[in-house]
């Protein structure tokens, strides 16, 4: 009874340099989020998917590239690490196909702690 | 502008005492609203989730109660165990189109006391 599940829990990048955090869903979700939260900042939306193939933007999307090739995985990239980018990353899912605004539970990763030196 | 504000930012409670938390939204058009609880270092795991035409809604402990008209939400927390030690987030999907996102709160930081 996985969930959503993110890898890596901690990565301590050098500034410039490029990483991808994995996040799969065993749920079947149609959504998938990824969002930032800083401390004293709640959850801010980077960039979601709502099927296989198609990514958006949300609202801090700058600096982050996503890919969503299979339905149970999402992707976010870093192409080149900047400290503002220190963050903790969240993942979360939902579904199945009516979105979050229709009432369908989100569930959440438990994080991917990134420090950008 | 965030849409979602919570009250008190922190609050400290001796274990077996009751609290309410506050939100309120100005999100538009409303889908409903919830609420998350986040352990430190966890990620946000849903306690309720309530919808334009429920007024109070319960989990165990936790009751959620929801005024459409004053856009004002609170949670309840009866009994107050040490783990309900944690992060409280207001959560109101803001709907456009076909998508749907969740714009957050910064919540409201509990520590309960033994």
Not at chain 1, 72 to 90: D, I, K, M, R
Not at chain 2, 39 to 59: A, C, H, Q, Y
Request: glycine share 10%; charged share 15%.
């Amino acid at each position: 009874n996985a969930g959503v599940t993110q890898t890596p829990k901690f990565r301590v990048l050098k500034t410039g340099q490029s990483m991808t955090l994995l996040c799969a869903q065993d749920m079947n979700h149609e959504y998938m989020y990824w969002y930032r939260q800083d401390p004293g900042m709640g959850l801010r939306l980077i960039h979601y998917s709502v099927g296989e193939g198609t990514t958006a933007k949300g609202e801090v999307p700058d600096g982050y590239n996503v890919s969503r090739l299979k339905k149970q995985n999402f992707l976010l990239g870093l192409e080149s690490a900047a400290p503002s980018q220190t963050s903790v990353y969240f993942c979360a899912s939902s579904g199945p196909g009516t979105g979050v605004g229709r009432n369908t539970e989100a569930f959440f990763g438990q994080g991917t702690r990134l420090t950008v030196v | 502008k965030n849409q979602v504000e919570q009250s008190p930012q922190s609050l400290i409670i001796l274990e077996g005492k009751n609290c309410t938390l506050q939100c309120n939204y100005t999100v538009s058009p409303f889908s409903n609203l919830r609420w998350y609880k986040q352990d430190t270092g966890r990620g946000p795991v849903s306690l309720t989730i309530m919808t334009f035409s429920e007024n109070t809604k319960s989990n165990g402990r936790y009751t959620a109660t929801l005024d459409a008209d004053t856009k004002q939400s609170s949670l309840h927390i009866t009994a107050s165990q040490l783990s309900d030690s944690a992060s409280y987030i207001c959560v109101a999907p803001k709907v456009g189109g076909s998508n749907y996102k969740l714009t957050f709160g910064k919540g409201t930081l509990l520590t309960v006391n033994p």
